[in-house]
């Protein structure tokens, strides 16, 4: 059964910064597209982030793109997201996921953690 664990969140200022962490177990990691999505209280969850096999390519949601970065480590089975210039609208659960597609679609991720809160004060 596949794994995922998150770590790293907590309670932030507008303006600062957190790096979110995901430890994969059970999974090929490197056969597997790793991505973050984030739910905010009362919506649904939103595709945040998402990078390739490799690492070589990345895609964010707009809202994110030049303060989030998505990276990954397949020797260690971690990816990671830095969040710089965090707002109040990025607050919510964080969801590490994992595919072996190149998609954005929630459904097309087979696996999810368990989530990590990170809530963002004004």
């Known amino acids: 059964q596949v794994q995922l664990v998150e770590s790293g969140g907590g309670l932030v200022q507008a303006g600062g910064s957190l790096r979110l962490s995901c430890a994969a177990s059970n999974l090929i990691f490197s056969q597997n597209v790793m991505g973050w999505f984030r739910q905010a209280p009362g919506m649904e969850r939103k595709f945040v982030a998402r990078?390739?096999?490799?690492?070589?390519?990345?895609a964010y949601t707009d809202s994110v793109r030049g303060r989030f970065t998505i990276s990954r480590d397949n020797a260690k089975k971690m990816v990671y997201l830095q969040m710089n210039d965090l707002m109040p609208e990025d607050t919510g659960v964080y969801y590490c996921v994992a595919s072996t597609s190149w998609s954005h679609r929630d459904r097309d991720f087979h696996s999810w953690g368990q989530g990590t809160q990170v809530a963002v004060s004004s």
């Open positions: 990078i390739s096999w490799s690492g070589n390519t990345t």
